[in-house]
């Protein structure tokens, strides 16, 4: 809240206007400390349950990993096009606009 609408709600709740803004500007502090406190608690929550999962599940999710495939990007111009396409050694398949190697039979 702007200054301003504090000490004007001050004026309305109390006769002195100093109390009533102190008093105010209090209950936003108390407002922003519950906020936080609780966004805090969420978060480690959050983290001991990661610990928890990970060490749980750490070996069984190494055994699954698979290597990823390597894409080369399809390249823009025409030049380096056709030099990838003389190659005679390897065949270059274009699928889902990039490029895939494939071993020639």
Same mark, same amino acid.
């Given at each position: 809240m702007?200054?301003?609408?504090?000490?004007k709600?001050?004026?309305?709740?109390?006769?002195?206007?100093?109390?009533?803004?102190?008093?105010l500007?209090?209950?936003?502090f108390?407002?922003?400390g519950?906020?936080?406190?609780?966004?805090?608690?969420?978060r480690?929550? $959050?983290? *001991?349950?990661?610990?928890? +999962?990970? #060490?749980?599940?750490?070996?069984?999710?190494? @055994?699954k990993? =698979?290597?990823? &495939?390597?894409?080369v990007?399809?390249?823009?111009?025409?030049?380096? $096009?056709? *030099?990838?396409?003389?190659? +005679?050694? #390897?065949?270059?398949k274009?699928?889902?606009? @990039?490029?895939k =190697?494939?071993? &020639?039979?």
């Amino acid at each position: 809240m702007k200054g301003q609408q504090i000490r004007k709600k001050a004026m309305k709740n109390s006769s002195n206007w100093k109390i009533g803004y102190f008093l105010l500007q209090l209950k936003e502090f108390l407002k922003l400390g519950e906020r936080e406190a609780s966004n805090n608690q969420r978060r480690a929550d $959050e983290n *001991r349950y990661k610990e928890e +999962e990970g #060490n749980l599940d750490s070996m069984e999710s190494f @055994k699954k990993k =698979k290597k990823k &495939k390597h894409y080369v990007t399809r390249p823009e111009t025409k030049s380096f $096009e056709k *030099r990838w396409e003389k190659n +005679e050694k #390897n065949v270059f398949k274009v699928t889902m606009g @990039k490029w895939k =190697k494939v071993e &020639k039979n």
